[in-house]
């Protein structure tokens, strides 16, 4: 293999690739690369106004890019902006599920225990994550099963590894998240083709809007304790940036990883390698 045989497999000109939550941080980093490689991108939100801070980098890229509304808890509206993408796209080759989420109230704190988590809380958080993963892979999933091949790359985190404290519910969601990309890529392998690949990569702490001031000091700038901590039991030293995600993101995107399914790919610094000592 040559070099222009390996970049052409990084080259996504007339792919099709649906980014669930692709308003969001992640997400939105991840839909900006795509285009830039010339993928047609759809970056499908319940709030597609988040993605406006996006679309003057779209401009100047080689791909296209549309803005979708669909709820990934609701199998209705993921079916009409599924409709909405092939309208403008004519199908679909690959599906990122990178919606997903954690919430205050099903956090635990000094002010709040175990105990006092709210329910619905708890209850979002894992449909948020888990369901959220689920219901979009069995709309768009199905399109791959009728088009004969289609990729769906899953974000699990590293929580589902090793749980963090004070994250019951999204720990034990994405623990389940983890579980299902590897009984989605036996299923579609098995019961319909090995063309249709699942897999997921596991970040470890990126900062987001999310967690951005557990980790980080509002008024300092400075990290909190237990960012602080974070980095000290990080052998890279830092979080991570969306851009730490692009290798691994291609590499299972394209045509480079066909023999690939199942797995679940740490992204993380070296976080979960690092013992303490």
């Known amino acids: 293999m040559d070099l222009a045989?390996?970049?052409?497999?990084?080259?996504?000109?007339?792919?099709?690739?649906?980014?669930?939550?692709?308003?969001?941080?992640?997400?939105?980093?991840i839909a900006c690369a795509l285009?830039?490689?010339?993928?047609?991108?759809?970056?499908?939100?319940?709030?597609?106004?988040l993605a406006d801070r996006l679309m003057p980098r779209f401009e100047k890229s080689v791909g296209e890019a549309i803005v979708v509304y669909g709820d990934v808890l609701k199998t209705d509206s993921l079916e009409e902006a599924s409709q909405a993408i092939v309208d403008s796209f004519g199908g679909v080759d690959a599906l990122v599920n990178a919606a997903g989420g954690n919430k205050p109230e099903a956090t635990t704190s000094p002010d709040r225990s175990f105990?006092?988590?709210?329910?619905?809380?708890?209850?979002?958080?894992?449909?948020?994550?888990?369901?959220?993963?689920?219901?979009?892979?069995?709309?768009?999933?199905k399109r791959m099963v009728q088009k004969g091949e289609g990729i769906i790359l899953n974000v699990s985190s590293m929580n589902a590894f090793r749980p963090l404290?004070?994250?019951?519910?999204?720990?034990?969601?994405?623990?389940?998240?983890?579980?299902?990309t590897q009984w989605l890529a036996v299923h579609m392998a098995q019961e319909y083709t090995p063309r249709i690949r699942?897999?997921?990569?596991?970040?470890?702490?990126?900062?987001?809007?999310?967690?951005?001031?557990?980790?980080?000091?509002?008024a300092t700038g400075q990290p909190t304790a237990r960012g602080q901590s974070i980095i000290n039991h990080t052998?890279?030293?830092?979080?991570?940036?969306?851009?730490?995600?692009?290798?691994?993101?291609?590499?299972?995107?394209?045509?480079a990883s066909a023999f690939v399914t199942g797995i679940v790919v740490p992204i993380d610094g070296g976080f979960s390698a690092f013992s303490g000592v």
């Open 5 to 29: 045989e390996l970049t052409k497999m990084y080259d996504f000109k007339g792919k099709s690739i649906v980014i669930t939550g692709g308003a969001g941080i992640l997400g939105g980093e």
């Open 35 to 49: 285009v830039g490689c010339g993928a047609r991108v759809a970056l499908l939100d319940r709030d597609p106004s």
């Open 115 to 141: 105990f006092e988590l709210s329910e619905d809380a708890l209850r979002f958080v894992v449909d948020l994550n888990l369901l959220g993963t689920i219901l979009p892979s069995r709309v768009f999933g």
């Open 165 to 180: 404290t004070r994250v019951p519910g999204y720990s034990a969601a994405k623990a389940a998240v983890t579980n299902f």
């Open 198 to 218: 699942v897999n997921a990569v596991a970040p470890g702490f990126f900062l987001t809007e999310q967690n951005r001031y557990l980790l980080i000091d509002r």
């Open 235 to 255: 052998p890279l030293g830092r979080y991570g940036q969306p851009e730490d995600l692009f290798g691994a993101v291609f590499w299972l995107l394209s045509p």
